[in-house]
């Protein structure tokens, strides 16, 4: 079965440092997504992205974030200056075909620690 | 998204049926509920969902009540490899919206 793939599955950044996080969406999928969970609390929505542009965001996603998709199957998550409580797991998620109702498919995530 | 309202944790023995309920009295005619759960140390994962009918899938099934303002969803079989935290969801639109769920504890 298709995967959500995400890279790296740790990463460790110093204050004030420029992180990207990777994905790969599953391949025919059409919305894209990035949530993070902070250790101990609940999944967060940060943003949605259809058509080559954010369609969501949560108040979480400041000016800090940025997403893109640079090609035909990457995703990524920027976060330009990183702050200690930026520390989470970040997950990706994709769905597809169209259908508002579609599941959406997660990857196992990367865990960011920032220092 | 709607509000939906679950018990914090739960228990049950491992090779018993698992009742998990779900309030959402809040519901509107076009929400969809959706369940995901998510297992240790990894991302959330689709276990059901549905609208008006009871549905089952390889997973689970799914019961709604008939005003919608409750559901359950069923695991008939549980085994240790069903410990997690279940999420109840009420979606109209793309992105779902998490709360706090149900941790579910398998007793061996």
């Known amino acids: 079965e298709p995967e959500v793939t995400q890279t790296p599955s740790h990463q460790v950044t110093q204050m004030g440092q420029e992180v990207i996080l990777r994905c790969v969406p599953i391949?025919?999928?059409?919305?894209f997504y990035w949530y993070r969970q902070i250790l101990g609390q609940k999944v967060e929505f940060l943003v949605s992205?259809?058509?080559?542009?954010?369609?969501?965001k949560s108040e979480i996603f400041d000016d800090q974030f940025s997403v893109e998709r640079p090609d035909g199957s990457n995703f990524t998550l920027k976060i330009r200056s990183t702050k200690l409580e930026d520390s989470a797991m970040y997950f990706c998620?994709?769905?597809?075909?169209?259908?508002?109702?579609?599941?959406?498919?997660f990857g196992n995530g990367t865990r960011l620690t920032v220092t | 998204d709607a509000k939906t309202t679950q018990p914090n944790s739960m228990e049950s023995n491992e090779e018993e049926p698992v009742h998990l309920p779900c309030n959402h009295s809040t519901i509107s005619g076009t929400d969809y509920i959706h369940w995901y759960r998510q297992l240790p140390s990894q991302g959330p994962e689709y276990v059901i969902h549905g609208l008006t009918s009871n549905v089952n899938n390889r997973m689970a099934s799914l019961a709604i009540a008939e005003d919608r303002k409750s559901s359950t969803l069923i695991l008939h079989r549980a085994t240790l490899r069903d410990a997690a935290v279940y999420y109840c969801?009420?979606?109209?639109?793309?992105?779902?919206?998490f709360g706090k769920g149900t941790r579910l504890h398998i007793l061996p």
């Open positions: 998620a994709s769905n597809g075909a169209g259908t508002p109702n579609s599941p959406l498919h």
């Open positions: 992205f259809y058509n080559n542009e954010i369609s969501e």
């Open positions: 969801i009420l979606r109209d639109g793309n992105k779902i919206i």
């Open positions: 391949s025919n999928h059409l919305y």
